[in-house]
């Protein structure tokens, strides 16, 4: 496959190489925060409060589900006074048990191994909210639980499209709990800004003005190294990495700081980030990509500073991505938003189709087998 920049502004090819609309359905990322606030209203997800605070708070989900795990505990931040926890796989913790609330994410309602930890969790007398797709099997645990469903509609194909329709749910149920300090206005104020980052990404804005085109620019052709400076920027960065695989079958490698500093900096002096200046062409090396929050302490200050510098002595080149906006969600929310669109770009100007997963679907039916 062949990277050709210059399909970014052939308006013709963005449609006929996009089918199932991947493109249009990041861009509804404003219009799920709304959604999905009024849903989880509805279905009473606040309704969690009225049985006291819980030991320990725990998400189960894997993919983008396991995300909306990440998210939540990002934006309840260090400050939470109990533990906020995220669990994939066919197994659950021993210690997790009756005084616990238990998140049960799934876009299908149907992932195999949520649905296993959500009836062990059930068996343990977990308190239990579910989020996924209506008359699905997750669905039914929770009615018979007795226990509050969110229902999510997210197109097949598009399951890792409906982060936010999947995330707000759960945060309207922390916020309930007096875990995170999300006010009605700053949905609103998240939505605007997601509204104003699609309009700024939208297709027929040229790739030197469009920020989500000029990313997918700079991905393309290289060996990224996606870093997270602190708590926010590490969850947007796993984001990224796991949109570049899926929509673009891009590999990417994720790291968040100050880990990143102890090992993968050692990668600046192998032979990926090697530059023949008397080469007719290169072949793709390293490039560092690090996420920022406005909201750093001095030591990640430092640190970041630091590790840049030292890649850019290195002829590493790097690519700085700032968060936009004054509430945690907010400023999660955009750099997320732009992840999104330049993985979608990316796998455009490679000539690929965004949404099907061939492998992925391979893999469960063989394992189902």
């Not at 006010?183 to 309009?199: G, K």
């Not at 062409?281 to 430092?302: A, H, K, N, P, S």
């Not at 590790?307 to 907010?330: I, Q, Y």
């Amino acid at each position: 496959m062949i990277w050709e920049p210059e399909l970014l502004d052939d308006q013709s090819h963005l449609v006929a190489a996009d089918p199932s609309g991947m493109l249009p359905a990041v861009a509804s990322a404003a219009a799920q925060i709304r959604t999905g606030r009024r849903l989880a209203a509805e279905a009473g997800a606040g309704v969690v409060a009225t049985e006291g605070r819980p030991r320990a708070v725990v998400t189960l989900g894997m993919g983008v589900s396991g995300v909306s795990g990440e998210i939540l505990r990002a934006i309840c931040g260090n400050g939470a006074p109990i533990p906020i926890t995220t669990v994939g796989g066919h197994r659950l913790p021993g210690w997790i048990g009756a005084n616990d609330l238990v998140f049960a994410v799934s876009a299908s309602g149907a992932t195999e191994e949520t649905l296993g930890l959500a009836w062990e969790a059930a068996r343990r007398g977990c308190r239990l909210v579910g989020v996924g797709r209506p008359g699905s099997p997750l669905q039914s645990l929770c009615t018979q639980r007795g226990a509050p469903f969110v229902p999510v509609e997210a197109a097949q194909g598009h399951a890792r499209a409906a982060l936010w329709a999947l995330t707000v749910p759960l945060i309207v149920a922390a916020s309930s709990l007096g875990l995170a300090d999300v006010p009605e206005p700053v949905y609103e104020a998240t939505a605007t800004l997601l509204e104003d980052l699609a309009h700024r990404c939208r297709p027929s804005s040229d790739t030197f003005i469009n920020p989500g085109k000029t990313l997918a620019m700079e991905l393309a052709e290289s060996v990224p190294m996606v870093w997270g400076s602190s708590a926010l920027p590490i969850v947007a960065a796993h984001r990224l990495v796991h949109q570049l695989y899926e929509n673009a079958k891009y590999p990417a490698i994720f790291g968040e700081l100050p880990e990143a500093a102890h090992n993968q900096v050692a990668a600046f002096d192998g032979p990926l980030a090697e530059r023949d200046i008397f080469a007719d062409t290169q072949g793709r090396q390293l490039r560092l990509f690090v996420l920022r929050d406005i909201d750093e302490d001095e030591r990640e200050t430092r640190t970041r500073g630091t590790t840049v510098r030292l890649a850019e002595n290195r002829d590493v080149r790097v690519s700085e991505l700032m968060a936009e906006g004054r509430h945690p969600l907010e400023r999660l929310a955009t750099l997320i938003g732009l992840a999104d669109f330049a993985s979608v770009y990316l796998a455009l100007g490679y000539g690929i189709d965004p949404t099907p997963v061939s492998a992925v679907r391979e893999l469960k039916a063989r394992i189902a087998r």
